[in-house]
């Protein structure tokens, strides 16, 4: 069992799906808790009752992590308010649509590639300006399958941005291991949350089900767990590293 206690851990993209189930998760195991949402208050709110009826501390984030300035305030209003910064969960990001790469304009690209490795790499570099001078700290990055399979048809921008935070998961902790932070990735696979309800019909689905060994989608719960073993300070000698979490895929 990871013990949290004392620590603070902030989610981004913590109102709803992994990012909800992994901010709970925390809260479980003794962590206070920064519930990082863009549009989804009402939803981010029911996170943070959940956190504090933990007997946690919960705090409201509001932030579009694709503007470097409101990440580096939300980052520091949560460092702040909670005197310390333990552990980042960069969980936002999305698919924003499926396309055909032919029929990709530039701007999905871009706005693709903001919304999942943007947003990472600012929320990184905010979390380090405060984790580098406690010599501690743990960063966790929602990367995907589709970083390794190429994704599930009409998605290569959003493989390619995930493959993009593989690779940067990697350099990071090199860079800052000496520091005494760790940066680590999970790559989920097929998890049933509103994503998949948004972006990929029920044929689509039936499809991926066929191909999962253990015969199941994925619950963000079970992602949720690996998020809280990755922040334990028992795990202190892993850094670099993606766990892929498909079900044997």
Not at 132 to 149: E, H, Q
Request: include cysteine.
């Amino acid at each position: 069992m990871t013990n949290l206690e004392g620590r603070a851990c902030l989610v981004t993209g913590g109102s709803t799906g992994i990012g909800a189930a992994s901010a709970v998760a925390l809260a479980r195991a003794g962590a206070d808790v920064g519930v990082g949402y863009h549009r989804s208050e009402a939803d981010a709110r029911k996170v943070a009752d959940q956190i504090e009826a933990l007997g946690r501390r919960a705090m409201l984030l509001e932030a579009d992590v694709t503007d470097s300035a409101r990440v580096d305030a939300m980052v520091g209003r949560f460092a702040q308010a909670m005197g310390r910064l333990d552990v980042v969960f960069a969980n936002a990001g999305g698919l924003v649509r499926r396309s055909p790469i032919v029929e990709v304009a530039d701007d999905l690209w871009r706005e693709v590639f903001a919304l999942n490795a943007d947003s990472v790499f600012y929320t990184c570099r905010a979390a380090l300006r405060v984790m580098l001078k406690a010599g501690r700290g743990s960063l966790i990055i929602n990367a995907s399958v589709a970083a390794r399979s190429g994704g599930g048809g009409g998605s290569v921008p959003y493989a390619a941005s995930k493959g993009a935070l593989v690779s940067f998961t990697r350099g990071l902790a090199k860079e800052v291991a000496a520091d005494g932070v760790r940066v680590n990735a999970i790559a989920p696979g097929v998890t049933d949350t509103p994503f998949h309800e948004k972006f990929t019909e029920p044929e689509r689905m039936r499809m991926f089900h066929e191909k999962i060994p253990l015969h199941r989608f994925g619950s963000p719960d079970d992602i949720a767990r690996a998020v809280v073993w990755l922040a334990g300070e028992a795990d202190g000698f892993i850094t670099g590293e993606t766990v892929y979490l498909a079900g044997g895929v």
